[in-house]
């Protein structure tokens, strides 16, 4: 939490953290006192000044966001998973047990994220709109990579997940248009495979304008252009459409 979300300001989220997990005082213990938690507590702000200073060096601003949190859920054997929860949002540990925001293993990781639910993709709807609303920054880049895990495969098909996602990306896309803030691009992964199992039609998004540009990041799918689907990928997406390799 890096801002005084709608969805759950920062005071808020300091005094659940701290009474969930730690002190009932509400007071921060020392091992687990972080300095922009601090500052922002004392009113301070980080979206903000940095926008105010990449404008001022006359560069465009944007802001990254990592499209799934479930990076916080790994290994349980080597980390508790009541430990692991200190690392995650009140969102999610609210709906840790749910029978659709639960934990569910894909691939080796453990995922509280479920696209299809419509509470979660509202939820990250309201995060980046108050980024737009607050900040308006140039532009958003959405982090696929880090974890790409939306939906359960086994329980959805190829086209639920496109249509679920793909209305999601042009519903973000409207409110940013309609907010002042041009460049919606992404960092999605190389795989074929993976971008289906995530819901992303780069055919149909790109055609209809919904990303400016793309990049294809270097994480679990490949490492080397070689490894990758980029000749696919770049067959899909309109001739001048700008498509980066990490």
Known sequence: CWNNATVLSIPEHVDWWTHTFYKKDGSLPPNRTEGFMEHLMRGGDIIGPFIEYTRAAKMKAFVSWRMSDSQAFSNFAARPLEDQLKDTAKFWYDNRYN?????????GYYSVQNWMVPEVRAYKMQMLQD??????PDGISLDFERAPLFFDTTKTTSSQRKATMGGWLRNLRARMTAGGVRTLCARVPPSLGTLDAIGLDLAALTAEGVFEFLTLGINYDSFLPQDS??????????????????
């Open 99 to 107: 029978a659709t925001m639960g934990l569910s293993k894909v691939g």
């Open 131 to 136: 980024i737009i609303t607050m900040y308006k």
């Open 229 to 246: 689907d980029f000749g696919a990928i770049k067959a899909q997406v309109p001739k001048e459409f700008q498509l980066n390799w990490e």
